[in-house]
């Protein structure tokens, strides 16, 4: 029999405090970087942190912590990228340039798309020379001719954007998140319509190499027959495993895996590392087993990480160095060092230090979600993991095949269950779902990780190797065949209900804190510390704080309405008293970005229940309707009112299947009707009549809201000059403080007629950069008469607030100059409307 590797006593594992001292000054430091965009949260954040107890001996001060987090101020404001300056005129014009940049980073999107992150990027307009774009520039390639490689120079005409705009209240922040990575402008292009020119091959060595076995291994498994969606996914699922190309993936490839708890088993991660480590201590115990005195020369864990290490590069290097790979590159780094240091609390200590080093050269790092999702998952297996021990206590672990088999099936789902609890409050304020189907990764993981990826690692290996093409692309077929598998098991799933989604509250920031806090005060409980009941007090008030406000502010009888801000498109939300919700529209972009779910229920889930006291759809136009596919499935919608036309495209099957799936009440609305909201307010449809059109612009849902007869807005969708001059010919009441300007502020809605019976004092159009909207002449007509005009796609989301009293009704904008939120009150007297 082969000697066992013992471990000298010597190298028996030093017991360690659950936290050394200085680690709690990390959060304090990740919490000064925080503060320059969110300085509020952020000093909760670390008078919360000085609540805690500290490890003794030599635990850290309150000036400690407060040193920490003023050097973590200093290095997030100075890493933070400045506003772009010197901007080009034809970019602020909105025209057609033509762009040229080096690409600094290819990402393949589903569906197709190229995402091309472009530097050092010239624009020209007609004769004019180049001039510097300032920051970085993301264009986006449909359907692209081909695909650029790292270190080259692209050409291409189009219109340069700035990455602005969904700028609602409680929403996420896109152009922040792009700001961080230097990004300040995103073109679009279709490749077959818009061509793109290859100025220059890259110079870059690695790049090409990389490119050159990406097409290759896309060729090898292209051979192979994909009869149907299934192994079509199958097969670019072993180039996002391997290349985090997901180009090859459909939308609804995505949302499947998204509904089943593992969209981060699709974005190359810390996983994906640890699915790697993993087959690099597989190869340690083989090398062990065949060579067993090696041990003498050198400890097992020391020799791991000698075989691990180039396994984990290679892999990195492998997925394009991208930011998250080389992050969890670094906790594998710092996880070895703990272990060959005989570090008991080693995963712990390692994401530490881990964080450590990412903060200290890359402190923005602090602001994306992948890294503390990925952190708070791994404290939370760190801190989780050993309870059932504790519970247990000295119990023997059954034996026998099946037992084990259990034993290593019931650690999977407590894992899973450990990195759950730990993210859950985070992941309920990034993405306002909860998917139930953690049990998934029963037969999701060890297939994913213990079959796919070393097949298809192995493929590429020798795809690479001269002769061994045959072979590899047997091993690259098994990988497909193992994810066709899984796609096929989501489907089954999928088919029988077994996937639900449901939208949940979005925690306030406030709310978010004192989750954490609670976990925080939990998991020192578990560690054996001091009890943090002063914390744990406060993380409670901090939860349960917002949501006595809300309750509060809902009584006050006040009526909100904001538009807002979905680019090219609308969706008016009417806030009623004791909390009650109607949304006039749900707005819907071109493409796959999904507007209800993102934007307009990330603002309807923000602190309150995700819920629709009553919907309405102006008319069936994808601008209008399309964010509805989303809320009608995920939200609890009271009711569902549209003009009775038929959504276009292929948006009315799936909007039908929710209505019928959640039982939701549907009716069309017409001239005449009208509807009691109590409180003295009432919603009167003044179009479409019985004769129009249902299914244009023309046939749009014209709204007026009113209180005890006064009227407080108009919300005419889409209708165009003829159906506004016949409205205010008919004698029909019009006149309103605020007026939603129909069909997004265009030219087509400028009716001198309608303007004049309505009279606002208010007007906003709700539109993208897309088009000059409000168009320049209707917006002089407004203001000449008095009238404000706003727009989305300049102030962000608009709020009015029409108080219950004889208070005049105020404007709240997103922008004011740039700058922060602005209140305008109107001059109006109460009532003379």
Known sequence: MAPRCKRPPSETPRAAPPLLPWQPCLPAYAAGILAVAFPLPALCGLLL??????PAPGRPRLRALCL??????????????????NVPACVTARKPCAVAGRVAAVEGRPGGRLGVVLEDATVTEGAAGGAPLPGKLLLTIDRPAFRPVPGARLGVTARVRTTDGFDNPGGPDFAFSRRLEGIFWRAYVRGDREPVSLLAQSRDGPARWREALREKT?????????????????RAMVLALVFGDRAGLSAADVDLVRRASLAHTLALSGMHVGFVAAMGLSLTALVVRLFPGICLRLPRPHLALVLTGPLVAAYCWLG???????????????????????????????LFLALAAILCFAPLAAYDPRLQLS????????????????????????????????????GILWASVCAEAAVLPLVARLYGDVTPSFWVNLFWLPVLGGLAMPLALAGLVFAAVPGGAVLGGWLLGGAAACCQGLMRALEFLAGHG??????????????????LGLLAGLAVALAGGRRATAAMAASLCLLVGPTLFRGVSDLDGAVRLTVLDVGQGQSVVLGLPGG????????GLYGDFDVGRHVVGAFLADGRPPRIDAAFASHPHADHVKGFVSLLARFDVGAFFDNGGTPEGALAAPIAAALEARRIPHAALASGDAIDLGDGLALAVLHPGPDDDRSGNNGSLVLRLTRNGRGLAVIPGDAERGVLSRLAASGAPLAADVLVLPHHGSITGLSRRFLAAVSPRAAIASCGDTWAFPAPKLEALLEKGGCRVYATRRDGAVTVTFPAGAAPPVVRTRHASGEGDAETPFALAAGTR
């Open 49 to 54: 942190l000085a609540l805690f107890p500290r």
């Open 68 to 85: 920490a987090f003023a050097l973590g101020y200093a290095a997030g404001f100075l890493a933070m990228p400045p506003a772009p300056t």
């Open 218 to 234: 896309e060729a090898l498994l292209a051979a192979r027959e994909a009869p149907d969606a299934a192994a079509r996914a199958g």
């Open 320 to 350: 394009g160095a991208s930011p998250s790979l080389m992050r969890a590159a670094l906790m594998f780094a710092a996880f070895g060092l703990m272990l060959a240091l005989r570090r008991d609390k080693a995963l712990l200590d390692g």
């Open 375 to 410: 952190a708070l998952a791994v404290a939370g297996i760190g801190v989780l993991w050993p309870l059932p021990r504790r519970l247990l206590g000295n119990a023997a672990l059954p034996r026998g095949t099946r037992a084990r088999a259990l034993v290593w099936a019931g």
């Open 498 to 515: 077994l996937l639900p989604v449901a939208a949940i509250l979005r925690p306030t920031w406030p709310e978010t804190l004192g989750c």
């Open 580 to 587: 009650r919700r109607l949304v006039v529209d749900a707005g």
